[in-house]
């Protein structure tokens, strides 16, 4: 795999604040890098020294072979990225903002200008100004912009905030496109786990500014709450008080097909004795199914349950 963005051993501090302690982690080329951590975890200052927007005491941040502090211009070279909300010409159509864009990049052609804005759906839109663009399609032409100069790495910070669930859905498969036709290594951070475990390959959680986490995601997910079980039941506060009664973390989920549903973290081999308990106590026992776990899981496993950073 080629190893488009490398960190080793970054350390930052403010006013004797450690913010970053010895994070290391690798991007590679044609994936899609997810970044989480809870509020104050130092998530936005790793970003920030990626982009070359905040210097590290220490350590140090490879792009494409290039030293960001060496060479900093030839690293930065290689980036493309969209921080929050993409900065576009209002007043300007999509296609204008593109083409201003591409002059401060050599090489960049019409036929590629075409060719970006099919890539993020935007053909039939790209002649209007922007002001008359909904969110997401700003942060289509914001996403087009920032792989017009074919870059090796594309850094998006929070690129889903304030899109309704259409558009987020919509611009995952960007951006998995993106990874996959461009060979492009995407770092993307967001606040939505339940996305970020469908976009991403791989994930790194960090916490007090130290990577606690960092796997493929379906590896990440092992690291969740354990095995969990639904039950669907006649009765789902007298199956919990039940269960908690036999020191057994249950609580109630939402109905299905006019079930009530509970939700239990045990072994799979104390289910027929749960379930024998369950029925003789009276408690209508209708289905089992084991609950896979989630990318949520793990991250409240790690990390204690701190909130994602907004």
Do not use: W
Request: charged share 25%; net charge negative.
């Amino acid at each position: 795999m080629e190893t488009v963005l490398e960190v080793k051993q970054l350390n930052k501090s403010f006013r004797n604040h450690h913010v970053i302690r010895d994070v290391s982690f690798e991007v590679y080329a044609g994936e899609v890098f997810g970044f989480l951590g809870p509020n104050g975890a130092g998530k936005t200052t790793t970003i920030k020294m990626i982009m070359g927007f905040v210097f590290p005491d220490s350590g140090e941040i490879t792009i494409c072979g290039h030293s960001l502090s060496k060479e900093y211009e030839a690293a930065m070279q290689c980036v493309g990225g969209i921080v929050e909300s993409p900065e576009l010409y209002k007043n300007l159509s999509g296609i204008v903002n593109l083409k201003m864009y591409g002059r401060l990049h050599p090489g960049v052609t019409d036929e590629r200008i075409s060719e970006v804005v099919r890539l993020v759906g935007m053909e039939n839109r790209a002649g209007e100004k922007v002001k008359k663009y909904s969110l997401g399609m700003k942060q289509r032409i914001g996403l087009a912009q920032g792989i017009l100069h074919k870059p090796k790495l594309l850094i998006l910070d929070e690129p889903t905030n304030g899109l309704d669930p259409a558009g987020i859905k919509e611009l995952r498969t960007i951006i998995r496109e993106t990874a996959a036709k461009e060979n492009t290594a995407v770092f993307v951070s967001s606040h939505l786990l339940s996305e970020m475990e469908q976009m991403c390959d791989r994930v790194a959680i960090i916490d007090n500014g130290v990577i606690i986490g960092e796997k493929r995601v379906d590896e990440l997910k092992t690291l969740g709450t354990g095995e969990r079980y639904d039950y669907g039941v006649s009765d789902a506060a007298a199956a919990i008080a039940l269960l908690n009664g036999l020191g057994l973390a249950a609580e109630r989920i939402d109905p299905r097909n006019g079930l009530e549903r509970i939700t239990v973290q045990t072994e799979g081999a104390r289910l027929p004795e749960l379930t024998y308990k369950l029925l003789t106590a009276g408690i209508g026992v209708y289905t089992v199914s084991r609950e896979e776990n989630t990318l949520e899981d793990a991250f409240i496993n790690l990390t204690g349950g701190g909130n994602i950073i907004a």
